[in-house]
C-alpha cells in the first residue's frame, strides 16, 4: 500500500522496506549507516549487540533484496571495529566507516577487503574522540563529526589531517555532540548537530550560513536530529531520531514534508521468517501492527541521484525505501 | 582528614545512593546533611540533571531496547553506576526488589524495563499511585497471570500477591479476601502483542476489558460493594497493616537487615518505634514515599552509629558502588555486558529475580561463591591504578611523601568512605604492610609507581574483609 | 570399592536443530520443508537405515558404534513455550507450570550429600552459576577458569598473592562474639579458600597425552576432567555451550558448533578411559528446545521437541523413544509434537545411574527409558 506526501511540485512515496533481526547474513542489527555502490548495491553498517557481537557491514541488492556478503566483524583488529557511526562509499566503491569505539576510521574495499585503519584518539587538533557522521566533498576530502570533542575535522582519505572548526555549545557554528554530516553540490555542509536539536549549514570552510529546525516536537521542528542528506535539487532531509520521523525542507529552510515509516509491508527477508512460522503469522494478525509499521530511531540517511530515499532504522532494524518525484503535478480529477 | 561529618555523609550516600569517592563525601558534608537529603529527594529543584536517557539511546542500542535479558540487566545496572541523582535509582532498586517481576518468565527484557522505568518515575511518588501503576503494568499482569483472570474463570496469583507480598503482608486478610481481590480484578489485562520478530519488540499496552469483568457485589476486608480494582487499592492502603508493612520494608532496606521477609509475622521488628515512627509518617502524609524517606533520612535511628555498616550489601550495591567509586565509565564505551553480569554472579540478576517473593537479603546475600566473586570484583576494580577514582586516592595519599603502615591503612580505609573495620581486622591489615617494608612516594617513575601497588594492595585487602560487605 | 557414579549436565544453550542434528535422512518429507538450512543429501553420517548425524558430529560416531551413545528422541514437555528463558528454566527446575526456584541438580547435590561433607559435590565450569545447581543452602563451586581459582585471583605475583591469602585467611578466622554475620562471613571465607585449596590440587596432579582445542568448550572438559581425574569427590559437573540459536547463517554456524563439541566429547572421553576413569561416567546433552521444522531462508526459529544424548560406558546404545512425525498434519504450529517428558529422561539417569530415588528430585513419577546397561 503505497503512501505518499505531497508537497509544493514534488511527491514523497514509500516504496518498500530492507531488512529483519538477526546477527548475520539477510538480517539487519541496529543499522546506523548506509552507502550505496553501483549496479544497485547498497551496504548498511550494523551496530550489532554486546551480547552476540556483530557489528558488521551488509552488502545486498537494494532492489531484489539479494543478500551478498557480510562485510567486516566486531573487535579491534584489522577489518574489525566496534560502534560504526557512518559510512560512505568514495568514487571507487570503497569503503569507510568510522568505529566510535576505537576512535578510527576503518576502510574496505567493496568484495570486503579490508584496506586501511587510521585515527588517533584524543582532543587534540587531528586526534579524534567518538567520530560519527562522515561525507565525503568533490574532492574526496573526508568530513568527520568528531563528536565527543564537539567539532568537525577534515582528511584525506588516507588520514592526513587538513583543517577543523567548531567547539561546544550552542551558538552558531558551535556543536553539541554532532553527528551525521553531508555536503551539498555546491560542497556547502550539513551538520546533524545532535545536543542542540537542529541541522546547520556551514561553508566548506565552516562558516556558519543557515540553521534548520529548532527543539521541539512540532511541525519542522527536531529532537536530537542523527542525521543530513541533500538531493540534487538541493532538499533537505533530517533524520529527526528522537521524535522518530524524517522531515523534509527546502533549500531555504521551508518545511516540505514529514516522513513517518509506512512499511506495512514485510520485507523480502522478513517473509521467510514468517512463512516459516505460522503462529507468527497468527498473532501479527491479532495485533494492532502500526508502531511497527512507524520509524524507530531513524539514524542513517541517503538520499540517491535517482531520488531514491533511504532510511535506517537503529530500533527497527531495516531501511525504509521512499521515492521522490521531483515534477509532481495534481492529476486533473476528471482525466 | 577523617571526620564524624563526612563518615555520617558516607553512610547517608551508601543508604542513600551507591556511596561516593570522598571527593563527593567532602563536598557533600561542606554543603550540610540535610541540604544534601534535600537534594536527593528533589532532584529537580535542585538542579540535579534529569537522567540522560537519549546518550544511553545513541551510545548502546541494544541496551536501551534489549534483546538479550543480560543486556537488560546492563541497562539497568548503568543506570545505578551513572545516575546524577542516586536516590532516584535506589528507589527504583527498592521497589524492583518489592515487586519482584522477573524476566525469566515475562520474556521481554524491554518490557521490564518499561516496569523498571515506572519505578524511576513514579518511585518517589505517592504509593496508591505506584500500586496503580504496578496493577496495570503489562510485565506484572504476564507475571501474575493477570491476563488469565476472566470473569468466569478467576486467577488469583495476582491478587494473591498484592495482599501478601506488595501491600499488607501475612496475616492481615483471609483467603476470601484473596478470591475477592482476584474477581475485582478480572479484566485487567494486556493487547496482543506485536511478535518481535521479523522485526523488533515492541511495548506492550495494558487495557480495561469491561466485558470481562466480573461486575457483582463483593466483600473485602469488611467493606461491601461493586469494587473494581482502584477500590481494592483504596482499601488497602487504608490499613495499618500496609503502613507497618511498608514502614518495615524502608527499614529493611535503609536503616539495617531484618530476618526475611515470610519471618516477619513470627519475629517483631528490630527496632519497633522507628517502623512505628516510619508507618506513621507515611500514613500522615497521604502515603507520600518522598515524605516519608526525608523523615527517615533525618531521623535519629538512620543516624545512629549503631546501624552503620548493619546491612549486607547487596549485589547491586557492590557494583554500582564499586564503578562509581574507581570512576569508571564518564564516558560511554563498549563493556557494560560484564558488568550487569557481575550483579548476576554475585547473586542479583537485576530484571531477573528469582520468583515474586524477590531476592533474600542480607546474609543471605552471601554464600562461598558470591562472596569471592564480590571479593575479586571490588579488588580488581581497585587494583586498577588507571582508574581516576583509584588515581585521586593514590595521589592523596602520596602527598605526604612517607607515610607508616597505620597511615596507609587508615588513609585507604577513610578514603573508601569512611569504613571501619575492627581492630583485629585493621591490625592484620597493617601488619601486612609492615611486612612489604618502609612506604615512601618517591618522586622517580617507578617509585611513584611502586608507592601506587602498595596503595592498591591495601585497597584490595580491605575489599576483601567482612567489614567491607556491609553497607 | 566400587566408584561413584558421576554425572556429566552438559547444556546446548540457545536450541539446537533437531532436524540438522539427527537427519531423518531418508524422509523425504525433511529435504521438503528444509530448502537451504539443510543437510546436503549423503553428506550425513549414516548411523543407520533411517538417520544420520550432522557431518560434523565424526568425532562421536564411534561412540554410537560401540554402543555407548544413546538418543532420546522427541524429548520435551507440553505447551512448549518457545522461550528460551522460560524453557531453559523449565529444564532447570522441573516446573512446567510456574516459576520454579529450585534447581534439579541442586537437588541431586543436596541428596547425595545432605550434610554438606563436601564443597566440591558439584561443580559448575562457566561463569555464574545456572538455574539447575540453585538450591538456596547447597554449595557449588563455579568455576571459569580452573587454573586461576579462588578469592583475590587477581593479584598475579604468585608470593604477593600467598601472601594476601594467609592474610585473608587470618581477617575471617572466626573470633568469638563477633555477632551472627560476621561469624556467618567467617565460616564462609574460610569455606571458599578451602574449596580453592582443594580444587587447586586438580590441576597440579593432571598429566595427560590428549591434547585438548583451544575452544572454550573443549577447556571446559579438560578442566571437568582434571576435577574428575583428581578424585575430588565430585558427582555432578555442569557445562554449557552456546550459542545454538541460530535464527540466521545457520549452516555455517550450526557446522563450527558441532565441530567443536564433538571434538571436545571426543577427547574428554579419551582422556578418561586413558586414566582408566570412563567407567563410572555418563554425560549428558540436552537442549531447551529443537527448531522450528521449516527454515526461515537462513536459520531456523524456536521450535519445540529435541534430541536428547547419554553418552558414556555405562550407557546402553541405540534409539529411545521416538523421532516425532514429520508430516504436515501432525505438526503443532509448524513443529514437531514432543512425545517424551524430559524429566522421564532424568528420572531415569537418577535411578538407573545414580542410584537416587528421583521422585522428589523431579517432582514426580515419569516413564523411564533402559538406556544404563544393568
Not at chain 1, 555532540?177 to 546533524?192: E, F, Q, R, S, T
Request: aromatic content about 10%; charged content about 25%.
Amino acid at each position: 500500500m503505497p503512501v505518499t506526501q505531497i508537497a509544493t511540485g514534488r511527491a514523497f512515496t514509500y516504496v518498500d522496506n530492507i531488512g529483519q533481526i538477526g546477527a548475520s547474513g539477510p538480517t539487519l542489527r541496529h543499522p546506523v549507516g548506509l552507502a550505496r555502490g553501483a549496479n544497485d548495491i547498497l551496504y548498511v553498517a550494523n551496530w550489532g549487540t554486546e551480547s552476540q557481537p556483530n557489528a558488521r557491514i551488509t552488502k545486498c541488492v537494494l532492489s531484489t533484496q539479494e543478500w551478498i556478503a557480510d562485510i567486516g566483524q566486531p573487535g579491534s583488529g584489522d577489518g574489525e571495529f566496534l560502534w560504526p557511526g557512518g559510512l560512505i562509499a568514495d568514487s571507487n566503491e570503497n569503503l569507510y566507516l568510522t568505529d566510535q569505539a576505537a576512535s578510527k576510521i576503518v576502510s574496505f574495499d567493496k568484495d570486503g577487503n579490508f584496506l586501511a585503519k587510521w585515527g588517533t584518539p584524543g582532543s587534540d587538533q587531528g586526534q579524534l574522540l567518538r567520530p560519527s557522521g562522515l561525507a565525503f566533498d568533490s574532492d574526496e576530502n573526508i568530513f568527520i563529526s568528531d563528536t565527543r570533542n564537539h567539532r568537525v575535522q577534515k582528511f584525506t582519505k588516507d588520514g592526513t589531517f587538513l583543517s577543523s572548526f567548531g567547539s561546544k555549545g550552542s551558538a552558531e557554528d558551535q556543536f553539541n555532540m554532532p553527528w551525521g554530516i553531508a555536503l551539498d553540490k555546491d560542497d556547502n555542509l550539513y551538520v546533524a548537530d545532535w545536543g542542540n536539536s537542529r541541522v546547520q549549514k556551514l561553508s566548506h570552510e565552516g562558516s556558519f550560513l543557515q540553521t534548520f529546525g529548532s527543539p521541539g516536537h512540532h511541525k519542522g521542528e527536531l529532537d536530537h536530529p542523527s542525521a543530513v542528506a541533500v538531493d540534487k535539487d538541493g532538499d533537505v532531509y533530517i533524520a529527526d531520531w528522537a521524535n522518530n520521523r524524517v522531515i523534509v525542507f527546502e533549500p531555504d529552510g521551508t518545511f516540505l514534508a514529514t516522513l513517518i515509516g509506512d512499511a506495512t509491508n514485510l520485507s523480502e527477508w522478513a517473509k521467510g521468517k514468517v512463512a516459516a512460522n505460522p503462529d507468527l503469522a497468527k498473532a501479527r494478525a491479532r495485533a494492532d501492527l502500526e508502531p511497527e509499521w512507524r520509524l524507530w530511531h531513524p539514524a542513517a540517511l541517503h538520499v540517491g541521484d535517482d531520488y531514491k530515499i533511504l532510511i535506517a532504522e537503529a530500533q527497527h532494524m531495516r531501511v525504509q525505501i521512499y521515492q521522490k518525484d521531483p515534477n509532481y503535478f495534481e492529476a486533473q480529477f476528471t482525466l | 582528614m577523617a571526620g564524624k561529618d563526612i563518615a555520617l555523609m558516607a553512610h547517608l550516600m551508601r543508604r542513600a545512593g551507591f556511596g561516593a569517592t570522598y571527593e563527593e563525601l567532602e563536598a557533600r558534608a561542606a554543603k550540610g546533611y540535610e541540604a544534601t537529603v534535600e537534594e536527593l529527594l528533589e532532584p529537580d529543584a535542585n538542579g540535579v540533571p534529569e537522567y540522560d536517557e537519549l546518550t544511553l539511546a545513541r551510545y548502546f542500542p541494544d541496551m536501551e531496547v534489549p534483546s538479550a535479558p543480560a543486556l537488560g540487566t546492563a541497562n539497568f545496572m548503568y543506570h545505578l553506576y551513572t545516575t546524577p541523582r542516586p536516590l532516584v535509582e535506589k528507589m527504583t532498586l527498592f521497589w524492583h526488589m518489592l515487586f519482584a517481576t522477573g524476566n525469566s518468565k515475562v520474556d521481554n527484557p524491554p518490557e521490564m524495563l518499561q516496569q523498571i522505568e515506572m519505578f524511576r518515575q513514579h518511585g518517589m511518588g505517592n504509593y496508591k499511585e505506584l500500586l496503580m501503576g504496578v496493577a496495570k503494568d503489562p510485565s506484572m499482569i504476564f507475571w501474575l497471570d493477570n491476563n488469565q483472570n476472566h470473569k468466569l474463570a478467576p486467577n488469583e496469583n495476582w491478587g494473591r500477591e498484592l495482599l501478601e507480598l506488595f501491600s499488607m503482608g501475612q496475616g492481615n486478610y483471609s483467603e476470601d479476601d484473596v478470591k475477592m481481590t482476584a474477581r475485582a480484578f478480572t479484566g485487567w489485562t494486556i493487547l496482543p502483542k506485536i511478535p518481535r520478530t521479523p522485526y523488533q519488540r515492541h511495548h506492550w499496552k495494558f487495557i480495561y476489558k469491561a466485558e470481562d469483568h466480573d461486575n457483582s457485589e463483593k466483600t473485602f476486608l469488611g467493606h461491601k460493594g461493586n469494587f473494581n480494582g482502584e477500590d481494592i487499592i483504596d482499601i488497602i492502603v487504608d490499613q495499618p497493616a500496609t503502613a507497618q508493612f511498608m514502614a518495615r520494608h524502608l527499614y529493611n532496606y535503609f536503616v539495617a537487615d531484618e530476618v526475611q521477609v515470610p519471618s516477619w509475622l513470627d519475629f517483631p521488628p528490630r527496632d519497633p518505634e522507628a517502623v512505628n515512627a516510619i508507618a506513621d509518617t507515611f500514613v500522615k502524609s497521604g502515603f507520600e514515599i518522598k515524605d516519608t524517606l526525608r523523615f527517615l533520612f533525618n531521623s535519629d535511628f538512620f543516624k545512629d552509629e549503631s546501624v552503620w555498616f548493619a546491612k549486607v550489601k547487596n549485589p547491586a550495591e557492590v557494583v554500582a558502588g564499586t564503578i562509581r567509586l574507581i570512576g569508571d565509565f564518564k564516558e560511554p564505551r563498549p563493556g557494560v555486558l560484564p558488568i550487569g553480569l557481575e550483579g548476576a554472579y554475585q547473586g542479583q540478576d537485576l530484571i531477573n529475580p528469582p520468583s515474586v517473593e524477590g531476592w533474600h537479603t542480607g546474609k543471605e546475600w552471601v554464600d562461598t561463591g558470591s562472596l569471592v566473586r564480590r571479593v575479586n570484583f571490588v579488588a580488581d576494580s581497585l587494583s586498577n591504578a588507571d582508574m581516576p577514582g583509584v588515581q585521586a586516592i593514590i595521589n592523596r595519599l602520596g602527598s605526604n611523601d612517607t607515610l607508616t603502615p597505620e597511615q596507609l591503612v587508615d588513609g585507604c580505609l577513610e578514603l573508601l568512605g569512611a569504613i571501619r573495620v575492627e581492630d583485629g581486622t585493621r591490625q592484620q591489615l597493617v601488619d601486612h604492610v609492615k611486612a612489604s617494608g618502609e612506604i615512601k612516594r618517591g618522586s622517580s617513575e617507578d617509585e611513584v609507581r611502586a608507592f601506587g601497588q602498595r596503595v592498591t594492595e591495601v585497597l584490595q585487602l580491605i575489599a576483601a574483609t567482612r567489614e567491607y560487605q556491609f553497607g | 570399592m566400587a566408584k561413584d557414579p558421576v554425572l556429566v549436565v552438559f547444556q546446548l544453550t540457545g536450541g539446537n536443530d533437531y532436524l540438522n542434528t539427527i537427519i531423518p535422512r531418508n524422509n523425504p518429507l525433511y529435504r521438503d520443508y528444509r530448502k537451504l538450512v539443510v543437510i546436503p543429501e549423503g553428506e550425513e553420517i549414516p548411523i543407520d537405515d533411517d538417520y544420520g548425524f550432522h557431518p560434523e558430529m565424526a568425532p562421536l560416531k564411534p561412540f554410537w558404534d560401540e554402543g555407548k551413545m544413546a538418543l532420546i528422541h522427541g524429548i520435551g514437555y507440553e505447551n512448549s513455550p518457545r522461550s528460551h528463558f522460560r524453557s531453559m528454566d523449565i529444564w532447570h527446575t522441573c516446573e512446567p507450570d510456574k516459576v520454579g526456584t529450585e534447581g534439579w541438580v541442586g537437588r541431586v547435590i543436596k541428596t547425595v550429600d545432605p550434610n554438606k561433607d563436601n564443597v566440591l559435590t558439584g561443580v559448575n565450569f562457566g561463569q555464574g552459576l545456572p538455574r539447575a545447581m540453585a538450591l538456596p543452602g547447597v554449595p557449588v563451586a563455579s568455576v571459569s577458569d580452573i587454573e586461576n581459582y579462588g578469592v583475590l585471583t587477581g593479584i598475579t605475583a604468585e608470593d604477593q598473592r600467598a601472601r594476601a591469602l594467609e592474610r585473608f585467611a587470618r581477617m575471617y578466622s572466626p573470633a568469638i562474639g563477633r555477632g551472627p554475620v560476621m561469624d556467618y562471613l567467617g565460616q564462609t571465607g574460610l569455606d571458599a579458600l578451602k574449596g580453592a585449596d582443594i580444587l587447586k590440587t586438580a590441576p597440579e596432579k593432571y598429566s595427560s597425552t590428549v591434547e585438548y582445542a583451544a575452544t572454550p568448550i573443549a577447556q571446559k572438559l579438560r578442566g571437568i576432567a582434571m576435577v574428575h581425574l583428581a578424585n575430588l569427590g565430585t558427582r555432578v559437573f555442569y557445562t554449557q555451550h552456546a550459542s545454538f540459536d541460530t535464527h540466521a547463517s545457520q549452516m555455517p554456524g550450526h557446522q563450527q558448533l558441532w565441530k567443536d563439541c564433538s571434538a571436545a566429547i571426543s577427547d574428554f572421553f579419551a582422556d578418561l578411559r586413558e586414566h582408566d576413569a570412563a567407567d563410572n561416567v555418563v554425560m549428558i546433552m540436552f537442549t531447551e528446545f529443537g527448531r522450528r521444522v521449516r527454515d526461515n531462508g537462513s536459520g531456523t526459529d524456536h521450535g519445540a521437541g529435541g534430541v536428547a544424548f547419554a553418552i558414556g560406558d555405562p550407557v546402553k546404545g541405540g534409539h529411545y523413544s521416538e523421532y516425532p512425525s514429520l508430516k504436515l498434519e501432525d505438526l503443532q504450529e509448524g513443529d514437531l509434537v514432543p512425545n517424551y517428558d524430559f524429566r522421564g529422561f532424568y528420572s531415569s539417569l537418577l535411578e538407573q545411574h545414580m542410584g537416587l530415588d528421583p521422585t522428589e528430585i523431579v517432582d514426580g513419577t515419569f516413564e523411564q527409558l533402559d538406556f544404563i546397561r544393568k
